[in-house]
């Protein structure tokens, strides 16, 4: 039965070479129950289809291993998480965006690359995440399509040639024109006289009650006229204001994004309950109320989206819904709040400046998505920060499932070859240390060389002591082979 047309139809319809299925509500269809000598492959939306070995591997997206279709991203069935196209079990061709292939795991880039050459250098980044673009005057960075400088008002996607910014997708509540791939966005405003065509006026952003932005204005055009909840007026109800905008507000009223708002009221009590003496004191819904009680100044913004003092590329915590005010007032009193709880399934990383999918178990914050950087309870994340294990190694930042040190806190040390401890051993291309500044362990493509790496096929190298023990067998081997030889040899003579 499809829950969605209220139909009975065969699985053979929805899914070709089904013989059995069942509906599934997370994906809105069918799934395979029974798919007889065929194997089930299971897609990123959680759709599944029949398939046989090559039908599996032909996009390489998938791997085929012990008769069964594995997504190349599934750490769980020898897959490498976060990768995107490879041709066999723990191996990786081509990342998914942000990350980098290093040796049979996936690294993350940094400062919302999306393709770079070395993990944690943004100065390698070639292409940035959706809705960024590389600028490289000077220094590299992945700049917010619609950042401060540089930007396109309005423009949530972008491509950027050099001189060339254009926009290919707008935000939610701007109107698009012009030619597809160089878009100019309009931003939708609240009062239909666009608070009298004053360019950027309409930049009050209010978050209503199902979470949607609305536009109010923020500035008004003649004598006498200022934003009384968010639309120009001359009728300003005891509140003051001057040249277009309110500088202060009267009782029952608050200030906020240059006009003065009624609580009581929509779109004021979208932000807050109470305002007795010209300043909001009890914030609503998505917004904190900034420390200090002053009618002259903004008492409340936005978790999610506050606007004015830009913070890094923005000003805001996408996706927030709980946070903690700043200390105290900021200059002009717009500051970003650190974020303490984020919508649907994302959690606030460490610092409480974003909010991110995090779906590993027992991990407290991710750095990016499904990236573990904090886990709960005491542990800590594995290497490729998928997993939180129990880890009592002292200075040891990442740990294996069997308690063993796989990357050390201090920069300086390395985890030994059993990885009981950290050793102090700040060599370049190291990863494991057999001793003090003694490197037993390298890079791919490397391998130790008195007490350093250099290029070589293996990462591995036997300690001096095994050296010694195999040269000795050898010489013993040897010895007895030609002590043999010698005495096979006399005996026939004399026979």
């Not at 599934?74 to 490879?86: A, E, I, R, S, Y």
Request: aromatic share 6%.
């Amino acid at each position: 039965m499809d829950k969605q047309s209220k139909e009975c139809k065969a699985c053979s319809t929805a899914i070709p070479g089904y013989t059995a299925c069942t509906y599934e509500d997370s994906i809105g269809g069918p799934k395979c129950s029974d798919y007889g000598s065929k194997t089930v492959r299971d897609e990123l939306d959680g759709t599944t289809t029949c398939v046989d070995e090559t039908e599996c591997k032909k996009d390489k997206t998938h791997f085929y291993e012990a008769s069964k279709c594995v997504q190349c991203g599934d750490n769980t069935k020898q897959g490498v998480q976060n990768c995107k196209l490879c041709t066999a079990k723990n191996t990786c061709e081509t990342r998914v965006d942000g990350y980098k292939v290093n040796g049979n795991t996936c690294e993350a880039c940094t400062g919302n690359c999306a393709e770079c050459g070395t993990v944690g250098q943004i100065d390698t980044c070639t292409k940035c995440m959706p809705g960024y673009f590389l600028k490289s005057s000077s220094a590299k960075i992945c700049v917010l399509c619609d950042a401060q400088t540089d930007r396109i008002l309005g423009c949530t996607e972008c491509t950027s040639d050099i001189g060339s910014l254009k926009c290919t997708k707008c935000k939610p509540n701007y109107k698009q024109s012009g030619e597809p791939g160089d878009l100019t966005c309009t931003k939708v405003c609240e009062d239909k006289t666009v608070c009298g065509d004053t360019a950027g006026a309409c930049d009050a952003m209010i978050i209503n009650s199902d979470g949607s932005a609305l536009y109010y204005c923020s500035n008004c055009v003649g004598a006498g006229y200022g934003p009384i909840n968010g639309k120009c007026t001359n009728t300003l109800v005891s509140n003051t204001c001057a040249n277009g905008i309110c500088t202060r507000c009267t009782n029952d009223y608050f200030l906020y994004m240059g006009g003065c708002y009624q609580a009581t009221t929509q779109p004021g009590s979208y932000m807050c309950s109470t305002a007795p003496n010209g300043f909001c004191t009890t914030s609503v819904g998505q917004y904190f109320k900034i420390p200090g009680d002053v009618a002259t100044h903004p008492s409340v913004l936005a978790c999610g989206n506050p606007v004015g003092t830009i913070a890094g590329d923005k000003a805001y915590v996408l996706d927030c819904t709980a946070c903690t005010a700043p200390q105290a007032p900021a200059v002009n009193a717009m500051a970003v709040a650190v974020c303490n709880t984020c919508d649907k399934t994302k959690k606030p990383n460490q610092d409480g400046s974003g909010c991110t999918l995090c779906t590993v178990a027992e991990c407290k914050s991710c750095i990016t998505d499904d990236v573990c950087e904090v886990c709960e309870n005491s542990k800590k994340p594995n290497k490729a920060c998928n997993a939180c294990y129990a880890c009592s190694i002292a200075d040891c930042s990442h740990c294996s499932a069997d308690n063993r040190c796989e990357v050390c806190a201090d920069g300086g040390k390395r985890p030994s070859l059993d990885g009981t401890q950290c050793i102090t051993c700040d060599i370049d291309r190291c990863t494991r240390c057999s001793a003090e500044d003694v490197c037993g362990e390298c890079e791919a493509g490397y391998a130790p060389k008195d007490r350093k790496c250099e290029p070589g096929s293996t990462g591995l190298s036997l300690s001096t002591g095994a050296i010694a023990g195999i040269a000795v067998a050898v010489i013993i081997v040897v010895g007895g082979l030609v002590g043999f030889l010698c005495w096979w040899f006399i005996c026939r003579g004399k026979a």
